[in-house]
């Protein structure tokens, strides 16, 4: 089973520049988490999908920083324009709703894609 | 989500057994402990969950105190590649009632396995 996809793995770019990261989720996960990690520090939720809608995006700095999931699969995330503390590590987790009666619940993490802002 | 308290880091020879301890003090009765690994340049992992007895799967056992104020997962018999941050989280599992939420992330323990 292919885990979660996330491109690019890495990107380096100038401050002030626009970037977009990519997350493909894993095959029928309804709910899709982009997080944001901090050298040294534990990842932080940014939004949260649950099909096509962000139910949850108290996290996400608005006025820089957008996510789309048109159709429920893949899912986007866009900083314009990006700021030399935007440098982190952008992690896409996915995760679907259990089975009644059915103990597992975890999230699945894609790889990172590592910003460096210059 | 209740929080948790590890230690910044900790050494283990290779082939012995990695304890990881965790502090939950404020624990609330339907919350599970949770853990995951992060291995360097790679997303978080999980590893086990548990409300109140000790469990064991293929990668790891945790050891849940009777007043599930603190746990500990043991690595039986580390190698090198277990060498991780390792993440202690509380929750209520979406099975039980909780939400889909995000994960509530703290520092973790960063474990190093010696050769």
């Known amino acids: 089973e292919a885990g979660v996809v996330q491109s690019p793995r890495y990107k380096i770019i100038e401050k002030k520049q626009p970037v977009a990261f990519w997350c493909n989720p894993i095959?029928?996960?309804?709910?899709l988490y982009w997080y944001l990690q901090n050298l040294g520090q534990g990842p932080e939720l940014l939004i949260r999908y649950e099909n096509e809608e962000a139910v949850d995006d108290s996290q996400l700095p608005k006025d820089r920083f957008s996510a789309e999931r048109l159709k429920g699969v893949d899912s986007t995330l866009k900083i314009q324009p990006a700021e030399l503390g935007d440098s982190a590590v952008y992690l896409c987790?996915?995760?679907?709703?259990?089975?009644?009666?059915?103990?597992?619940?975890?999230?699945?993490f894609g790889p990172g894609t590592r910003l460096t802002v210059t | 989500d209740a929080k948790t308290t590890q230690p910044t880091s900790m050494d283990c020879a290779e082939g012995r057994a990695a304890n990881l301890p965790c502090n939950h003090s404020?624990?609330?009765?339907?919350?599970?402990v949770y853990w995951y690994r992060q291995i360097h340049s790679q997303g978080p992992q999980y590893i086990i969950h548990?409300?109140?007895n000790n469990e064991t799967n293929e990668m790891a056992s945790l050891i849940i105190t009777e007043d599930r104020k603190s746990s500990t997962l043991i690595l039986p018999h580390a190698t090198l590649r277990d060498t991780a941050v390792y993440y202690c989280?509380?929750?209520?599992?979406?099975?039980?009632?909780?939400?889909?939420?995000?994960?509530?992330f703290g520092k973790g323990t960063h474990l190093i396995i010696q050769p």
């Open positions: 987790a996915s995760t679907s709703v259990p089975i009644v009666g059915h103990r597992l619940y975890e999230q699945y």
């Open positions: 989280i509380v929750r209520v599992p979406l099975y039980s009632g909780g939400g889909a939420d995000g994960l509530t």
């Open positions: 548990g409300l109140k």
């Open positions: 095959s029928g996960h309804n709910t």
């Open positions: 404020t624990i609330s009765g339907n919350e599970y």
